[in-house]
């Protein structure tokens, strides 16, 4: 009789921790880093009336996400922009951004960042940080913060077209367990 109570108690121990661990809300902190390959497909720019270089405007960029093990995903990213159109003028940016792979699975975060000019360049460099908003698929409760950093490649032409961009992010974040919570 002894021994069944021992044995009873140590497998509802066990059961015990193996229902605690399946409901955590959480699983440990990851880390993703991918590559942003767009071009602007859409820009709005409107003149500010305080000097003729201050532009206010949205944007939208399209192109693909590219992983380090090599898969890949479309992105899109849209927002807003407050910039003066020289060198070492106040440039920021805000926005949304999708990442969708083709499994279904998505990714969304809002951004914001500011534009500088480096090494002389006239193209901008881009730096900012974001924060994961929801995801679908295997990113379902996504929760984490991201930053990114990058470059234009080519600048606007006199018909607003060009404007290629590569960035690199950053992000840490969690994942909600799936079924978490329901007992």
């Given amino acids: 009789m002894r021994h069944r109570i021992v044995k009873n108690a140590a497998l509802t121990a066990v059961a015990a921790v193996a229902l605690l661990l399946w409901a955590s809300p959480t699983l440990a902190g990851q880390k993703m880093t991918w590559k942003e390959v767009s071009r602007l497909s859409q820009v709005h720019k409107m003149q500010a009336p305080d000097a003729e270089d201050h532009l206010l405007g949205i944007y939208e960029?399209?192109?693909?996400?590219?992983?380090?093990?090599?898969?890949?995903?479309?992105?899109?990213?849209?927002?807003?922009?407050?910039?003066?159109?020289?060198?070492?003028?106040?440039?920021?940016?805000d926005g949304y951004a999708k990442i969708s792979f083709a499994d279904g699975s998505a990714i969304f975060f809002k951004c914001q960042g500011t534009e500088t000019f480096k090494d002389g360049s006239k193209l901008p460099w881009v730096t900012g940080t974001g924060t994961f908003m929801k995801g679908i698929g295997r990113y379902k409760g996504i929760k984490g913060t991201l930053t990114y950093e990058g470059g234009y490649v080519t600048g606007l032409d006199k018909n607003d077209q060009g404007g290629d961009a590569v960035l690199t992010y950053q992000a840490e974040y969690t994942l909600e367990k799936q079924g978490a919570g329901k007992i």
Avoid: I, N, Q, T
Avoid at 69 to 90: N, T
């Fill in 61 to 93: 960029h399209k192109g693909v996400a590219l992983f380090p093990d090599g898969r890949a995903a479309a992105m899109l990213s849209m927002g807003r922009f407050d910039v003066y159109d020289r060198e070492g003028g106040r440039r920021k940016h």
